[in-house]
């Protein structure tokens, strides 16, 4: 039998994504898959502890090895925000993307230094492989208004370097975002882990 991990997220977009990434090597699982409803904590004061607490939920809880991750929008002129709160930036309920980024774009107003990375970090917990982290980082620029329709999130505003016609996330197809995301960089990282377990 394949082995199997559960990826702590319902999130369809990042199964088939590390799905793509891991072919038929392994069997990825989803929380709803392992009947896992919890509103699983994000207390956590960094990405890796947040991928952590995630992880070890699933792991204890449930007995599956596990990966969970997190990602945060780090900019430089607001001293890293915001970072491991992206999610929830804009006052309100959070997980409002359309207000997360009036409000970056709010804070970023008169600030000529526009440099900002974005950072998924991935935690592998496994009964026999124990715990493992990996990270992917793509650095770039926060635009002075939002461009394209493409992605999610932060997308409209974030301008990879390595964009050579500066376009933004969300004026890329996901081939071309995947290529270099952090996400993408992330999740390839994890793949090389597994293959050398
Ligand atoms: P999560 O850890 O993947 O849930 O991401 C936290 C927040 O970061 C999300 O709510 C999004 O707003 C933002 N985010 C994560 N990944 C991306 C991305 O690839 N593009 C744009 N925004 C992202």
Redo the contacts with the bound molecule.
């Keep these: 039998m394949k082995r199997q991990i559960v990826f702590a997220t319902n999130n369809i977009h990042k199964l088939n994504e590390l799905r793509a990434v891991v072919g038929n090597s392994l069997s990825i699982l989803s929380l709803a898959d392992i009947n896992c409803n919890d509103d699983i904590p994000e207390t956590g004061s960094t990405l890796e502890e947040n991928s952590m607490i995630k992880a070890r939920w699933v792991r204890e809880k449930y007995g599956y090895d596990c990966i969970a991750?997190?990602?945060?929008?780090e900019v430089e002129a607001l001293d890293g925000a915001p970072g491991v709160y992206?999610?929830r930036y804009a006052p309100g309920n959070g997980?409002d993307?359309q207000a997360?980024m009036n409000l970056l774009l709010l804070n970023m107003k008169d600030k000529k230094n526009r440099k900002a990375r974005?950072r998924t970090v991935i935690t592998l917990l496994g009964e026999t492989s124990g715990c493992h982290v990996v990270e992917g980082i793509v650095e770039g620029m926060i635009s002075d208004e939002p461009r394209g329709t493409n992605?999610?999130?932060?997308?409209p505003v974030?301008i990879p370097d390595e964009s050579s016609e500066h376009l933004s996330?969300a004026q890329m197809d996901s081939d071309a975002k995947n290529a270099i995301?952090?996400?993408g960089r992330a999740t390839r990282a994890l793949l090389s882990l597994l293959k050398n377990m």
């Design positions: 991750d997190d990602t945060g929008l992206s999610a997980h993307s997360n974005f992605g999610f999130g932060y997308d974030f996330f995301s952090h996400r």
